[in-house]
Antibody
Framework: EVQLVESGGGLVQPGGSLKLSCAAS????????MSWVRQTPDKRLELVAT????????YYPDSVKGRFTISRDNAKNTLYLQMSSLKSEDTAMYYC???????WGQGTTLTVSS | DIVITQDELSNPVTSGESVSISCRSS???????????LNWFLQRPGQSPQLLIY???TRASGVSDRFSGSGSGTDFTLEISRVKAEDVGVYYC?????????FGSGTKLEIK
């Protein structure tokens, strides 16, 4: 059974940093591109980062480019999202998902507030 | 970026009836390989999105045959037949033809 379990969310002040993790199991992690998708309080979904299977290629939309960094450790079957210079508009539930969005985790919540 | 538009349903649906949910794209989602890169998801209350349909019309593993997807390059429909209480939630469509992969704003299905 495919499982994706996110962790690391929390309350952060504006301008702060946080690193999310996603532990993957039930499939060959190193064979799949992976993504982070966030859902804002108004329930809109936004892709915020994608990485290919070997970590050699990444994609970010303009809204997070230069502030977010996606990475992976295929030996540990774990995906990461390093977030910095956080803004209130980054407040959301963050999901990790396979790049084809066929499997999603349960999400971890980030709140950016003073 | 490709804009994905979803309308709201005008009324709650009666159990056992059929319902169609629409999705429109600002650009054709038909790729040069002949496939149309559109997904449909259901997000039940308190849960993460669940893939229902991929490549516009292919049901994901384990998804009931009451769900079917159709469309052209820019206009898409998710049809749900014999609606059940378990179908309640928000339905999203998503394009995967070019980055960033964008989502519609969702269509909420309520049962009378």
């Amino acid at each position: 059974e495919v499982q994706l379990v996110e962790s690391g969310g929390g309350l952060v002040q504006p301008g702060g940093s946080l690193k999310l993790s996603c532990a993957a199991s039930g499939f060959t992690f190193s064979s799949y591109g992976m993504s982070w998708v966030r859902q804002t309080p108004d329930k809109r979904l936004e892709l915020v980062a994608t990485i290919n299977s070997n970590g050699g290629s990444t994609y970010y939309p303009d809204s997070v480019k230069g502030r977010f960094t996606i990475s992976r450790d295929n030996a540990k079957n774990t995906l990461y999202l390093q977030m910095s210079s956080l803004k209130s508009e980054d407040t959301a539930m963050y999901y990790c998902a396979r790049v084809t969005t066929d499997y999603w985790g349960q999400g971890t919540t980030l709140t950016v507030s003073s | 970026d490709i804009v994905i538009t979803q309308d709201e349903l005008s009324n709650p649906v009666t159990s056992g009836e059929s319902v169609s949910i629409s999705c429109r794209s600002s650009k054709s989602l038909l790729y040069k390989d002949g496939k149309t890169y559109l997904n449909w998801f259901l997000q039940r209350p308190g849960q993460s999105p669940q893939l229902l349909i991929y490549l516009m019309s292919t049901r994901a593993s384990g998804v009931s045959d009451r769900f079917s997807g159709s469309g052209s390059g820019t206009d898409f429909t998710l049809e749900i037949s014999r609606v059940k209480a378990e179908d309640v939630g928000v339905y999203y469509c998503q394009q995967l033809v070019e980055y960033p992969f964008t989502f519609g704003s969702g269509t909420k299905l309520e049962i009378k």
